[in-house]
């Protein structure tokens, strides 16, 4: 079992719908969680990170934290074609230290 | 600049021939990353420095890749003996170690191509 997994899409959204993006790990220990944006032919952009379980909001993005079900998820609302890269969930595992590990990302494609 | 940055961003050799490519991490960031990511690929691990400790060596992919960090800063990033399948973007992080939580933050790239 991959320590973070991600659907690899592409998922299509139309413009102005919510975009949710889904990531499961399995280090049980893990406490930090993040999510980056990745433009094609750039490095990846960090745009959330949360530790406690719920709900963090900033702007239109909404990041999701169950860890008794080892899930984290990303919601973009009112998805823009600008939100249209791929989308890397991270987390830290206790076994190698705090060490971030990447699922390989999901693509998103917001058809206008 | 305030970011991580990285040289060179660009890098075309020959196969056989050793390339460094170098990392100037965030000031006061104890934590630095090597990740390569091919095209339309993930990011694949390389090394992980953390302040003093040994490094994790896990991800380098053979022992012709090494990488060392200076005085807790400028990291570098040695491939010897190149080889075509070595064409990749090289990208570093870092991040304030302990503090995890903040996240890392990326530079650049050197894109590697191997003839």
């Known amino acids: 079992q991959k320590e973070v997994e991600q659907n690899s899409g592409p998922l299509s959204v139309p413009e102005g719908a919510i975009a949710s993006l889904n990531c499961t790990y399995s280090?049980?220990?893990?406490?930090?969680f993040f999510w980056y944006r990745q433009y094609s032919g750039k490095s990846p952009e960090l745009i959330m990170f949360i530790y406690s379980n719920g709900d963090k909001e900033d702007g239109r993005f909404t990041a999701q934290l169950n860890k008794a079900s080892q899930y984290v998820s990303l919601l973009i609302r009112d998805s823009q074609p600008s939100d249209s890269a791929t989308y890397l969930c991270?987390?830290?595992?206790?076994?190698?230290?705090?060490?971030?590990?990447f699922g390989a990302g999901t693509i998103l494609r917001v058809k206008s | 600049g305030a970011g991580v940055s990285q040289s060179p961003s660009n890098k075309v050799t020959e196969k056989g021939k050793d390339v460094e490519l170098r990392c100037d991490p965030i000031s006061g960031h104890t934590a630095l990353y090597w990740y390569r990511q091919s095209l339309g690929q993930g990011l694949e691990f390389l090394i992980y420095?953390?302040?003093?400790?040994?490094?994790?060596k896990s991800g380098l992919p053979s022992d012709r890749f090494s990488a060392e960090r200076t005085g807790g800063s400028v990291s570098t990033l040695t491939i010897q003996r190149t080889q075509q399948e070595d064409s990749a973007v090289y990208l570093c992080a870092s991040s304030l170690g302990g503090q995890v939580a903040v996240g890392q933050f990326f530079g650049p790239g050197t894109r590697l191509t191997v003839l």
């Open positions: 280090d049980r220990g893990s406490q930090s």
């Open positions: 420095f953390q302040g003093n400790s040994a490094p994790d």
């Open positions: 991270a987390v830290t595992t206790m076994e190698y230290g705090n060490k971030l590990v």
